[in-house]
C-alpha cells in the first residue's frame, strides 16, 4: 500500500499563491507518474496536472496553463504543485495521485493511489 499526504492548502485572495505538497510513503516504486486533481462542490473531479517519473514531460488543464506549475523530488518522493495568479474558479479539493508507470498518466481511472485532499480556497 502506497499513502499520499497533501499539505499546503488554504485560504488566499485573488492573485494569491499557494504551493501544495504530496508526499509518498509506505510501498515504493523503481518509479512512478503522479497528478494532481481537483474537485468542486456539486462537480465532477476535474484533470488539473500530471507529471512523468523523470519530471521531463508533463501536462495540464487548460484552465491553468501558465499559471500552474507541476514538479517532482524523487529523493523526498514529493510532488508540488505551484499555483500563482489563483483565481475564484480554482476553489476546490485539491487531490494528488499517483501509479507506477513510466510514461504520463492523465485519466484518473489510471491512477491506483490517492490522497485524502487539500481545501483550496480562493476569495474574491
Known amino acids: 500500500q502506497v499513502q499520499l499526504v497533501e499539505s499546503g492548502g488554504g485560504l488566499v485572495q485573488a492573485g494569491g499563491s499557494l504551493r501544495l505538497s504530496c508526499a509518498a510513503s509506505?510501498?515504493?516504486?523503481?518509479?512512478?507518474?503522479m497528478g494532481w486533481f481537483r474537485q468542486a462542490p456539486e462537480k465532477e473531479r476535474e484533470f488539473v496536472a500530471a507529471?512523468?517519473?523523470?519530471?521531463?514531460?508533463?501536462s495540464y488543464t487548460n484552465s491553468v496553463k501558465d499559471r500552474f506549475t507541476i514538479s517532482r523530488d524523487n529523493d523526498k518522493n514529493t510532488v508540488y504543485l505551484q499555483m500563482n495568479s489563483l483565481k475564484p474558479e480554482d476553489t476546490a479539493v485539491y487531490y494528488c495521485?499517483?501509479?507506477?508507470?513510466?510514461?504520463?498518466?492523465?485519466?484518473?481511472?489510471?491512477?491506483?493511489?490517492w490522497g485524502q485532499g487539500t481545501q483550496v480556497t480562493v476569495s474574491s
Open positions: 509506505g510501498r515504493t516504486f523503481s518509479s512512478f507518474a
Open positions: 507529471i512523468t517519473w523523470s519530471g521531463g514531460r508533463r
Open positions: 495521485a499517483a501509479v507506477n508507470s513510466g510514461g504520463l498518466v492523465i485519466s484518473p481511472y489510471n491512477y491506483d493511489y
